[in-house]
């Protein structure tokens, strides 16, 4: 089963308060599940790359054989591609947890940049998390 992942971070100021949301989409579209949360103090690049960890961590749950995400960080998608090198110590921490993830996910991995307004939902349930100040494993 192939499910698409819309992840996004956000960062009031930067650095700054940050939340992370990211939701599961089936072939037709439907939402199957969605979460979001409060990361604390960070920058907007930490959020992005923390939010698709959550995501990760939580795709399992999906059952999927296939997980293509989706994400409007251009610096996340063509870092995570090979395109971009990693420069900055903590992106790169969070760049090796993820590689080392995906060697054991149980289904392949496609990433994908979209616009802004294409990653709309995504978008909001970040927000909500810093709002909420609801905490979130990641």
């Given at each position: 089963m192939i499910v698409h992942a819309f992840t996004d971070g956000a960062a009031r100021g930067n650095p700054g308060?940050?939340?992370?949301?990211?939701?599961?989409?089936?072939?037709?579209?439907r939402t199957i599940s969605r979460a979001y949360g409060y990361i604390g103090e960070g920058t907007n690049n930490v959020a992005e790359y923390k939010a698709l960890l959550a995501c990760l961590n939580a795709?399992?749950?999906?059952?999927?054989?296939?997980?293509?995400?989706?994400?409007?960080?251009?610096?996340?998608?063509?870092?995570?591609?090979?395109?971009?090198?990693?420069?900055d110590q903590t992106l790169k921490t969070y760049f090796v947890k993820i590689h080392r993830l995906l060697a054991k996910v149980?289904?392949?991995?496609?990433?994908k940049y979209i616009s802004r307004e294409q990653n709309r939902e995504a978008d909001q349930l970040a927000n909500l998390g810093i709002d909420s100040r609801r905490r979130i494993r990641v």
């Open positions: 308060e940050s939340g992370i949301g990211f939701l599961f989409k089936d072939e037709h579209g795709a399992p749950e999906t059952k999927c054989t296939r997980l293509i995400i989706h994400s409007d960080s251009e610096l996340l998608v063509r870092q995570l591609r090979g395109e971009y090198k990693v420069k149980p289904f392949e991995m496609e990433i």
